[in-house]
C-alpha cells in the first residue's frame, strides 16, 4: 500500500477518532446536571427505581460499544503505522480498497470476515 494512500486512511481514522470521543464526551456531560432531565427525574421519582437502572445500563452499553470502537481505530493506526494495514490479519492478503473504505477499521477480508463471523 502506498503513502499515500495510507496516509488518507490514517486521516479518516483519525477523523473517527474524534467522532467516537466527542459522543463519548457528549454521553457523559450530557446526562449530567441538565435542567430538564433533573425536572424529569424528580417528576418520575415516585415511579421506580427500576427504570433509572435501564436508563443507566443503556448508557453504560453504548459507552462501552463507542470504547470498543475506539480501540479498533487506535489498532489500525497502529498497524498503519507499523506497515501491515489493510492486509487480512487471517489469510495476509490485501484487503479490497471498498471495504477499507467503507470500514476503515476492518482487520479481514471478506471471506475471512464471513469464516470468523460463522465461528
Ligand atoms: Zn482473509
Redesign the pocket.
Known amino acids: 500500500m502506498s503513502q499515500n494512500i495510507s496516509d488518507t486512511y490514517a486521516s479518516q481514522l483519525q477523523q473517527m477518532r474524534t467522532e467516537v470521543l466527542a459522543q463519548l464526551r457528549a454521553q457523559r456531560g450530557g446526562r449530567v446536571g441538565r435542567a430538564e432531565s433533573a425536572a424529569e427525574a424528580r417528576e418520575s421519582a415516585s415511579d421506580d427505581r427500576a427504570t433509572a437502572e435501564t436508563e443507566r445500563d443503556l448508557a453504560f452499553g453504548l459507552e462501552e460499544r463507542e470504547s470498543a470502537e475506539l480501540v479498533a481505530i487506535d489498532d489500525a493506526l497502529k498497524r498503519i503505522a507499523d506497515g501491515s494495514y489493510g492486509l487480512?490479519i487471517?489469510?495476509?492478503?490485501a484487503i479490497a480498497a471498498a471495504r477499507l473504505h467503507a470500514n476503515p477499521t476492518a482487520l479481514?477480508?471478506v471471506?475471512?470476515q464471513e469464516k470468523a463471523e460463522q465461528a
Open positions: 487480512c487471517d489469510c495476509g492478503v479481514r477480508c471471506a475471512c
